[in-house]
């Protein structure tokens, strides 16, 4: 495999963390990574300056998600992870579970249709094709677990155990586009279940958990199918350059520990943003209608004693 396109990874020095964390931005992601900072920023700025309040924990959240994303596509990380399989799986599972969880907790969208002005009646601007996107058959599709569930598995199956992740390491486009591909499936995967912005598929809380553990152990799966091969299974790192001083075969086993891993690390961060959701929920509900209760001069109350009441009456 050569891999020459991505700037001579045949001599790189044998992998240390620091090593890897040394910068090596790639333009693609350097260039969209900083775009969402901005944009995100112009949104939050768009708001203070009209009044209205902003959380500071989402925009935190919305920026170290963008930031992970650099962290292993603007470093040499990156370039380890064309000839290392472990290096190559610590980007996968950041770009697909731990960025875009964080990403969709900083609540974009709605930011986006907070700030975004209104075109006017009779006209379309930025905003109301946002409004027509997220109500659209094409969204219901791709939100639905039916697809997203699937799409997550297929994700680690159909394209490292076929000759697919081999054509779209060969190219830098192929590269980027299979990273890109990534994070979109972790986001269509995550958005219905512990996403802050609105969607068209929102089912009860009990319903999300299920979903989320439907996908979950087919990660284990895939590390443990790695860790217990007895030959190296993916062609791009068969033969890894003589410089790194590594083994094919155990750096595919260590790439497999890192899946296995990595898998229960993005179920506790959805599951405790999912438990304060769902506690959140069960407030605002309660203090609607409580809000009612005040209003109507609590007749709901009213209504069940009477019919205690009456009960008593028929036992008399």
């Known amino acids: 495999m050569d891999h020459s396109g991505h700037g001579m990874m045949t001599d790189l020095p044998p ?13 693609f992601f350097l260039v969209a ?3 969402g900072l901005a944009l995100y920023g112009w ?8 009044g209205d309040a902003w959380s500071a924990w989402r925009t935190v959240a919305f920026a170290v998600g963008v930031l992970t994303v650099g962290l292993v596509m603007c470093t040499r990380l990156n370039d380890y992870g064309m000839v290392m399989f472990s290096v190559h799986m610590i980007q996968h599972m950041i770009i697909s579970m731990l960025s875009p969880i ?41 939100t639905h677990p ?9 994700s680690l199956y159909v394209l490292y155990f076929t000759p697919l992740f081999d054509f779209l390491m060969g190219s830098k486009t192929g590269h980027i586009a299979m990273m890109v591909h990534f994070f ?16 068209p598929h929102r089912p009860g809380y009990v319903m999300r958990m299920l979903e989320l553990f439907a996908g979950m152990p087919f990660h284990a799966f895939f590390g443990i199918a790695l860790m217990m091969a007895s030959a190296p299974m993916v062609d791009t790192f068969t033969h890894p ?5 590594i083994d094919a075969l155990s750096d595919q086993n ?7 891993a990595f898998s229960e690390i993005p179920s506790v961060l959805v599951l405790i943003a999912l438990l304060f959701q769902w506690y959140g929920s069960e407030q605002r509900q309660a203090r609607r209608k409580d809000r009612a209760a005040d209003r109507d001069g609590d007749k709901e109350l009213e209504a069940y004693n009477a019919y205690l009441a009456s009960l008593n009456a028929r036992k008399g």
């Open 33 to 35: 990574c900083l775009a």
């Open 254 to 260: 260590a790439a497999g520990g890192i899946a296995w």
């Open 146 to 154: 039916a697809f997203t569930i699937p799409m997550f598995i297929a």
């Open 43 to 50: 949104g939050v700025v768009r708001l203070r300056r009209r």
């Open 184 to 199: 979109a499936v972790g986001m269509v995967f995550f958005w219905p279940i512990m996403g802050v912005d609105p969607g």
């Open 241 to 245: 350059p003589a410089s790194l001083g």
């Open 15 to 27: 992998f240390t963390l620091a090593r890897g964390l040394a910068w090596s931005a790639d333009p």
């Open 102 to 142: 964080l990403v969709l907790l900083g609540a974009p969208v709605t930011l986006a249709l907070r700030a975004l002005p209104t075109a006017g009646r009779g006209r379309t601007g930025p905003r109301e094709l946002l409004l027509a996107l997220l109500h659209s058959r094409y969204m219901r599709i791709i």
